[in-house]
């Protein structure tokens, strides 16, 4: 059982390049976010979903864009990288269901990215 | 102000030592509340969740005061393997929407 998992490890971009993050996971979770974690910052949720082809704004959205075509995948994309986009980022999964929520995640990996 | 506060730390305490954390929420309608534990350069995992009444797992004992908006973490009997980074995280309004507070640091000493 993989859980949660995600591609790159590690990732060095220039400022403008694009690149996209894949998060998968195979313990059928309704729920998937995207979290980047900086120092003395705590994690900051970027963007979420709840189901199968919906995504939502998060505390940080600005820069990042996603998508959740099928339900085990998450993809956190960034258009045109900046520094300030330097960071680690965590996807994460959960159940939930507007009958039974709960709402304890499970994370990957981590991806470091640096925006030179 | 943050919406969930933590003392970042360090703590540095002797192995066999009891230490306690706490973290304040500014939101009173949150719902739920956990402790999740972060080693040095891994991800987030869940550690206990807090219910009402106080829980208790092994060496670890959880509290939740509504009514002063603080959530506590004791460890008794401090091990090496215990240092880390202890996240404080409260489920506002109970949505699937976590916040996480910034942490604190636990160093465990010989």
């Known amino acids: 059982n993989a859980g949660v998992t995600q591609t790159p490890k590690f990732r060095v971009l220039k400022t403008g390049q694009s690149m996209t993050l894949l998060c998968a996971q195979d313990?059928?979770?309704?729920?998937m976010y995207w979290y980047r974690q900086d120092p003395g910052m705590g994690l900051r949720l970027i963007h979420y979903?709840?189901?199968?082809?919906?995504?939502a704004k998060g505390e940080v959205p600005d820069g990042y864009n996603v998508s959740r075509l099928k339900k085990q995948n998450f993809l956190l994309g960034l258009e045109s990288a900046a520094p300030s986009q330097t960071s680690v980022y965590f996807c994460?999964?959960?159940?939930?269901?507007?009958?039974?929520?709960?709402?304890?995640?499970?994370f990957g990996p981590g991806t470091r990215l640096t925006v030179t | 102000r943050k919406e969930v506060e933590q003392d970042p730390g360090p703590f540095n305490v002797p192995e066999g030592a009891t230490v306690a954390f706490n973290c304040t929420y500014s939101?009173?309608?949150?719902?739920?509340f956990f402790w999740y534990r972060q080693d040095c350069r891994k991800e987030p995992k869940l550690l206990m969740s807090?219910?009402?009444s106080g829980n208790e797992d092994g060496r670890f004992t959880a509290q939740l005061n509504r009514a002063s908006q603080y959530i506590s973490l004791l460890i008794r009997d401090s091990k090496l393997s215990d240092s880390a980074t202890y996240l404080c995280?409260?489920?506002?309004?109970?949505?699937?929407?976590?916040?996480f507070g910034q942490g604190t640091t636990l160093q465990v000493k010989p």
């Open positions: 313990m059928n979770h309704e729920y």
């Open positions: 994460a999964s959960s159940y939930g269901s507007a009958l039974a929520a709960t709402y304890e995640q499970y």
């Open positions: 979903s709840v189901g199968e082809g919906t995504t």
């Open positions: 995280v409260v489920n506002r309004n109970n949505t699937g929407k976590l916040i």
């Open positions: 807090v219910y009402s």
């Open positions: 939101n009173s309608a949150s719902q739920s």
